[in-house]
Every structure is written in C-alpha cells, then in structure tokens.
C-alpha cells in the first residue's frame, strides 16, 4: 500500500473535465512537492506536471496541478482520447532519512 | 537535446549477477541526479534509488537498500543498477530517469525488461 492513495481508476467523455486525487501525510505532501507522470501501455512515463503545479515545455494547458494541504490533483480539462493512459502523483517522504514516493496509479478511461 | 538511453533486455537465471546501464547525453551529467525506478509486470512504478554522479552521493529506498546497488561513471556519463543475484521476483521493466531538484523526473530512459527464470 503507497503512502500516496490515488483513486485505481477514473474515466470521462471527450471534451469532459476529470480531476485525479492524490492524498498523503504530513511527512510527504505536507512538506513537499508534488509532481505528477503520465505513461502510455509499454512506454516510460512522461513528467506532466513538477513543483505541483508547473507543466514542463510541450505539455498542454488542458492538464494542471494542484496542492492542498497533505493533498494534490491533477486536472484534465477538453478531455481527449489519447489521455486515455495511467497517472502517477509522486513527492518526498521525509521519513527513514527521505525517499521518492509514488502513488499506486490511476488509470484514466476515455469512453 | 537531453537523452538517457538504457542498455538492452536481458534474461537470467536466479543467482546470477546482473548489471544495467543508463547512459545520458545533451546535459552535464555531473550536476543531476540520476534515479532508478521499477515496474514490475502490470503494476505501478516504485522508486528503488538515486545516485548524484558529481560526487556519488547515493540514497536507496528502504525496500530496495541492500538487494541492489546504484553506481555511475561520470566519464563516460552512464549510471548502472547492478545485482549480486537475482531472483524470480526481480523480473520488472526498470527505468532510469534525469533527477532535476531530485525527484523531479524530467527525462526518462526507454526501460530495460529483466527476466528472471530457472
């Protein structure tokens, strides 16, 4: 179990605006960033959003981040078929002197 | 342009020693963290390590601290995973990625598929 907890799965219609849940503690979102990785069946995943809110060069402004307290989210607004791909949240735990923590994954449908 | 390539599939038996590379292009190496992640077969990704080649500064996850062991060689810009045995339960797709600030993953590698099988 992820110290990260993402809904397993999430779907919407084209053109539908979907958000993707991403809840930790204190001792991770709470005091750190968040970022966020889309990945494609059989493909390395891809930074999509960094620093909770930021969308690296390329990436469109349909997706965006955001950080509440021990919590973050990732919204899609003009969802579009090829979204259709898993979602990872990830950030710093600051316990046993600091790791990378990923959430267990979201897997969006676009039906 | 910033590229990290990763060295081919590879098929062991257990006990084997195993060794994968990630060799990074279009940046100084020297002033990233390189990170290793798993994927085991059909499930999420988990952080197993980061390694700053500047000065080797190494963290493991705490799953991950004492089965395998993250190097790099600044000359010729490549990060390695290594195991001194591997087991059944080894067989993932693992990845390296550029760390900015990191855990900020901004580049990632194709994926390197480890089977492992008597």
């Known amino acids: 179990q992820s110290l990260l907890i993402q809904p397993p799965s999430a779907s919407g219609t084209p053109g539908q605006r979907v958000t993707i849940s991403c809840s930790g503690s204190s001792s991770n979102i709470g005091r750190s960033t968040v970022n966020w990785y889309q990945q494609f069946p059989g493909t390395a995943p891809k930074l999509l959003i960094y620093?909770?809110?930021q969308r690296p060069s390329g990436v469109p402004d349909r997706f965006s981040g955001s950080k509440s307290g021990t919590s973050a989210s990732l919204a899609i607004s003009g969802l579009q078929s090829e979204d259709e791909a898993d979602y990872y949240c990830a950030s710093w735990e600051d316990r046993h002197n600091g790791e990378v923590i990923f959430g267990g994954g979201t897997k969006l449908a676009v039906l | 342009e910033v590229q990290v390539m990763q060295s081919g599939a590879e098929v062991k038996k257990p006990g084997e020693s195993l060794k994968i590379s990630c060799k990074a292009s279009g940046y100084n190496f020297t002033n990233y963290w390189i990170g290793w992640v798993r994927q085991m077969p059909g499930k999420g990704l988990e952080w197993m390590g980061l390694i700053y080649p500047g000065d080797s500064d190494t963290r493991y996850s705490p799953s991950f601290r004492g089965q395998v062991t993250i190097s790099a060689d600044k000359s010729i810009s490549t990060a390695y995973l290594q195991w001194s045995s591997v087991k059944a339960s080894d067989t993932a797709i693992y990845f390296c990625a550029r760390g900015a600030s990191g855990y900020i993953f901004d580049y990632w590698g194709q994926g390197t598929l480890i089977t492992v099988y008597s």
């Open positions: 620093s909770n809110d």
